[in-house]
């Protein structure tokens, strides 16, 4: 997968030791007396001299835009003199070349990219012959060009460069390995793990990353600032290799060394917060990245000033995470700050500000705002300059314009922008299937006289690369890339009706964040079994060859080239990919249970629906919000009027008033007015049960709360209307119990009123006492007790359950409250009997307390050390719970994931996981009196013969109508108890 700030940042680390190490120029000949260059001799005093402030430039002006300009003219002075001064055989002096390496980094930070690219290159080329007398900058040059050239799409031009600098410098330096040559030979080790990592060469990408990591390391201590440096670098590298589990340990100890022997005030030590939160955000945990990037981002402010490129990068990364996390509004004016930031200090057409605008922009599409989303991509766009070849930076740019310019009514002009970027796409030879099918699909949506079938094609083959990016890398989800094209398939969908192209979208989009919420317990599974861990490694080999099979095969076509070999190639690289999925799924079924799921059919999403039943699948996504309704004997795929932006607007609206007991009823009918427009009422005429699929912020809103069904029926609930049941995937399960009713005694299981753990008296008087430190922003993998601790506690749930228990007849009963209500408990022979099963705690979202990168319930502490009290999803995925129901009570049991993931995405899969049938949950905490009497006359009306989605709604009805319990009419009262279906 694509980094999310992999777009140039590459350079960072490299460009940061360049300019603001201390210079070196002349650490390797200064006291060679036999040099016939060195500025020790008298003739050449006055470069001495020259020389001498140009160091003290370099090492003590700012480091903005003013301060390098005077760095530069220092510089120059040198190299002008040093033109002027011949040697002997009559040529230069080669400071006159040495000069112009160090001007190139400067012009670089200052973004005038390809002015120092050519400077580099001549400085480089006239600098070779004196490689034994300057070897430190020739080495810092060339690992800068060499990025530079990769950035450029040559890295087979850089690795050729850098390969052979490298083996001139490690023979210069053998005898005197000063600390500028260690630094120097780190950093030509970082270039050849960059070029070689977008040459598609990972393993080695690691080794050269891993041995600049060595080389620091041995020489300088495993504390020392420039080793912290390595180590998040090696941590980056990890990260875009996909190695995510190794790349978060070493992350984690460039933080743990920061923390302990680096001051705050050294950029090594924000930096190694931010790699980590980088690391975090692309491991599906994008709360606790953000928490890390906050904190780097404050001490970059606090120690480097608000003011500085390194400041503006911090904004950038954050921005990042956010973006990732959907949170456009949020975007924008940290995108906006950033690029100003580093527009005055790299120039305006550098990489880092253009790529500001262009996910700035990305953010105003989706907030609905394409005028505006168009002028700041078509800033991004003029800045890159049209000759541009750089389709990186390209595709994060005009997808976005074409789709703007498209909705403010310029056809012409989109598609003359997919036209060119197709062409720029097909040129390339470092895009990737993703990059080739969507610029495909981008071209043939934009043709006026675009031919349905090629369109449908381009539309399919869209969704398998993204398909393919997110099985082998699931814990990073969908980038906002993915749900741009994702839209347009959507949009392609509604527009020429077709239902199964829609829910095989729609099922890619819930199914990714299915899988990511779930990747923490795919990563448990596969360190508990090494066997496992050897058959991913396996798949992800042949996934790799799938890919590149893949992307051949799609160049050749385009380009109207022979594919009948690569055919060959690809059928092959197919069928060994998926024998590879076949044999994880025969010899780890718990492993394939957590994945991404195959895409489900339209017949088969019809079979499974009885009369009177039907789905409605409703996906905001990006910028448009669509609908997918099912019948037994239809299928209709639909764009509503409604914006992404407003359709979640209307639903937090209401959402968020409801659980202040304050309902906003014109948010209430404005989205049932939305989501039900005349044409889905005419489809859903005759439906009585409607199960709901909803993705985003959707998913985390009850549907009961909707009005607005019809003119003739405004006022009324959904609820009223339909019996609602949730389902969290578009597809049925397979070894789903048919929907059975019951009239048999059952056995109950129920936990509730755990004992909260605390910290001792002293430890919560010197936390209370003592200031923050810096190291305080760093908490270790083990759960933060403190945290916890602070969640109140829930004595009414003890009163709540044994209502349960008493109100109905059961076969038997457990009920493990307070300090039995432990992890060993879920572990007894009786929960793994029971046919009803209780929880009544606190349920947390992954990241919600560092330390808990999974959902989680809270139990009491056990005897055992490893019953923390903290139930996680992958700990409840490998329980033996063949429930029939799973009742989760009053710990807002339904919230949807932080960080973009939807409701029930994590602990429903875990119980399912674990063997249980259906979820009864809450997407608020309710009063103990109300959830013991839905929980109650729920099982009671499924004990006398209902299904159970008629069983909670009629219990439901019974709770407004006839309990006589005070506020139960409310909303706030009946609204959040949801059924969610296997």
Not at 157 to 165: C, D, I, K, N, P
Not at 794 to 820: D, H, M
Not at 897 to 925: C, E, I, N, R, Y
């Amino acid at each position: 997968m694509r980094a999310i700030t992999s777009f140039s940042i590459r350079c960072l680390s490299l460009v940061a030791a360049l300019l603001w190490a201390p210079s070196v120029v002349d650490a390797a000949h200064a006291s060679e007396q036999s040099s016939p260059y060195s500025t020790d001799l008298p003739q050449f005093a006055h470069l001495r001299a020259l020389e001498a402030r140009a160091n003290d430039l370099q090492e003590n002006e700012a480091q903005d835009a003013l301060g390098r300009g005077r760095i530069i003219a220092g510089w120059k002075a040198l190299q002008e003199a040093a033109s002027k001064t011949f040697l002997q055989d009559g040529s230069v002096h080669p400071l006159a070349h040495i000069a112009k390496l160090k001007i190139a980094s400067l012009l670089y930070a200052n973004g005038e990219i390809d002015t120092a690219i050519a400077l580099a290159e001549e400085g480089i080329a006239q600098s070779r012959p004196y490689m034994a007398d300057y070897p430190i900058p020739m080495a810092d040059s060339a690992a800068l060009l060499g990025v530079l050239w990769t950035q450029k799409g040559e890295p087979e031009r850089a690795l050729a460069m850098v390969e052979a600098t490298y083996g001139d410098f490690t023979q210069a330096i053998a005898d005197k390995p000063s600390a500028g040559a260690i630094l120097a030979k780190s950093n030509l080790e970082h270039s050849l793990s960059q070029i070689t990592l977008r040459m598609g060469r990972t393993q080695d990408a690691l080794d050269y990353q891993k041995a600049s990591l060595d080389t620091r390391e041995a020489s300088l201590g495993p504390y020392h600032p420039d080793t912290v440096a390595a180590y998040y670098n090696y941590a980056q590298t990890l990260r875009r290799a996909g190695q995510m589990q190794e790349a978060e340990a070493i992350a984690r100890a460039a933080v743990e060394r920061a923390s302990a022997h680096v001051d705050p005030s050294h950029p090594s030590y924000a930096r190694a917060f931010e790699m980590l939160g980088i690391v975090l955000a692309n491991s599906g945990r994008p709360i606790e990245a953000t928490e890390f990037l906050s904190n780097a981002l404050e001490l970059k402010r606090r120690y480097e000033g608000a003011d500085t490129l390194i400041f503006g990068y911090g904004i950038h990364n954050l921005a990042t995470i956010l973006l990732q996390r959907r949170q456009f509004e949020e975007v924008r004016p940290l995108f906006s700050e950033a690029e100003e930031i580093m527009s005055r200090y790299q120039g305006p057409s550098s990489a880092f500000p253009v790529l500001a605008l262009a996910y700035n922009g990305q953010a105003s599409l989706a907030l609905g705002e394409p005028a505006e989303a168009r002028r700041l991509l078509d800033d991004a766009f003029s800045r890159l300059g049209k000759d541009t070849k750089d389709v990186e930076a390209l595709s994060r740019i005009v997808p976005d314009l074409v789709r703007s310019l498209r909705l403010v009514d310029l056809p012409d002009k989109a598609l003359g922008h997919a036209v060119a970027y197709e062409q720029r796409v097909l040129a390339s030879d470092t895009t990737d299937a993703f990059e080739i099918a969507f610029s495909r699909l981008l071209r043939v949506s934009a043709t006026p006289s675009r031919d349905d079938r090629m369109l449908a094609e381009a539309a399919h083959a869209v969704l398998g690369a993204i398909r393919r990016s997110t099985v082998s890398d699931q814990a990073a989800g969908l980038q906002v890339r993915h749900l741009a094209a994702i839209d347009l398939v959507l949009e392609t969908a509604a527009r020429h009706q077709d239902p199964s192209l829609m829910l095989a979208a729609m099922s890619l989009v819930s199914g990714s964040d299915i899988a990511r919420a779930a990747s923490r317990g795919t990563e448990k599974l596969s360190s508990d079994h090494p066997e496992l861990a050897t058959m991913l490694s396996f798949r992800r080999q042949m996934s790799d060859r799938f890919e590149k099979a893949d992307r051949a095969m799609l160049l050749a076509l385009a380009r109207g080239g022979n594919a009948a070999d690569l055919q060959v190639e690809l059928d092959e690289a197919s069928s060994e990919y998926e024998a590879a999925e076949r044999s994880l799924h025969e010899r780890f079924p718990a492993w394939a249970g957590m994945g991404l799921q195959t895409t489900p059919s339209i017949s088969a999403l019809r079979a499974s629906l009885k009369e009177g039943e039907a789905v409605f699948a409703v996906a905001p996504v990006y910028y448009g919000s669509y609908a997918l309704v099912v019948t037994p004997d239809s299928a209709h795929a639909v764009q509503l009027t409604t914006s992404r932006r407003q359709l979640v607007d209307l639903a937090n609206s209401l959402g968020s008033s409801v659980r202040v007991g304050a309902l906003d009823e014109g948010a209430s009918h404005a989205l049932g007015h939305a989501l039900f427009p005349q044409g889905v009422r005419d489809q859903l005429a005759n439906t009585k049960k409607l199960h709901i699929h909803a993705s985003g912020p959707l998913g985390s809103l009850p549907f009961s709360l909707v009005k607005g069904w019809g003119e003739d029926d405004d006022a009324a609930w959904l609820t009223d209307r339909f019996v609602l049941s949730y389902m969290s995937a578009l597809a049925p399960r397979e070894g789903k119990s048919a929907d059975k009713v019951t009239s048999d005694a059952l056995n109950l299981v129920a936990f509730a009123a755990p004992q909260i753990a605390n910290f001792t008296i002293a430890t919560a008087e010197q936390a209370g006492s003592a200031s923050l430190q810096i190291s305080d922003f760093f908490t270790r993998t083990s759960v933060d007790r403190l945290a916890v601790s602070t969640l109140p506690p829930l004595p009414g749930t003890a009163e709540e359950v044994r209502a349960i228990a008493t109100s109905v007849p059961w076969k038997n009963k457990q009920l493990f409250i307070g300090a039995e209500a432990n992890e060993a408990a879920m572990r007894r022979e009786e929960t793994s009997r029971a046919d009803i099963l209780v929880l009544a705690t606190h349920g947390l979202v992954a990241g919600e307390i560092e330390g808990i990168a999974e959902p989680a319930l809270i139990l009491s502490t056990g005897a055992d050390a490893s019953d923390d009290g903290v139930l996680t999803a992958s700990e409840i995925a490998r329980l033996d719970i063949p429930a029939d129901w799973v009742i989760l009570s009053s710990c807002d049991s339904a919230a949807g994931m932080g960080g973009g993931l939807p409701a029930f995405s994590g602990l429903a899969q875990a119980f399912w996981q674990a063997g249980a049938d259906d979820l009864l949950v809450t997407h608020w905490k309710v009063r103990d009196d109300i959830a013991a009497f839905v929980s109650s006359r729920t099982v009671l009306n499924y004990l006398g013969g209902m299904t159970k989605a008629d069983a909670l709604h009629h219990a439901i009805r019974q709770l407004r109508t006839e309990s006589g319990i005070e506020g139960a009419a409310s909303p706030f009262a009946w609204a959040p108890f949801v059924l969610i279906e296997r």
